[in-house]
């Protein structure tokens, strides 16, 4: 009437918990532009995207904006979303994370936007000419 209890399997696996957390992941960081208004006259204006350049692959991407833009605060002389998001580059398939997030509206903040950016970049090294770093640079404004 009772059967007998089967016996439960172990399974032993070669990991020590304490030092791993899955939660503390570590994303390559990159520079997001949110572009609205005058400077976005070279795409459809319903369209509300986050244009980046992956640091795995150089190519450049894009994804849907997610966040109002109430919640950008001005920071270093232009509107920013500092808490920036998650997202996987399309060309090679590695998740990098967008912060900031810098909001643009016009063609002279993508020009000084794109003057900022190429002095951080040359920053790092002396020896680059200012030029070459200038044309490694996504163009922000439209020539159209």
């Known amino acids: 009437m009772y059967r007998a ?12 918990l304490k030092g791993v957390n899955p939660m503390l992941r570590r994303f390559v960081e ?8 005058w400077a ?3 795409r459809d204006p319903q ?6 350049t992956c640091p795995h692959c150089g190519a450049r991407d894009q ?5 109002e833009r109430s919640l950008y ?8 979303d500092l808490q920036g998001e998650v997202t996987q580059c399309h060309s090679c ?27 951080q970049a040359t920053a790092g090294d002396p ?6 770093a200038a044309s490694a640079i996504p163009s922000l404004v439209a020539t159209h």
């Open 30 to 37: 990159v520079v997001g532009v949110r572009r609205t208004g």
């Open 63 to 67: 994804k849907n904006a997610r966040r």
């Open 5 to 16: 209890r089967m016996p439960q399997h172990l399974i032993h696996v070669d990991v020590e």
């Open 127 to 132: 020896d680059t000419d200012s030029a070459a």
């Open 93 to 119: 398939k590695q998740s990098v994370r967008v912060v900031p997030v810098v909001l643009l509206h016009d063609q002279g903040e993508a020009r000084r936007f794109e003057a900022v950016f190429a002095d």
């Open 47 to 52: 369209q509300d995207k986050v244009e980046f």
């Open 40 to 42: 976005a006259l070279d």
């Open 73 to 80: 605060h001005f920071t270093d002389g232009f509107l920013q």
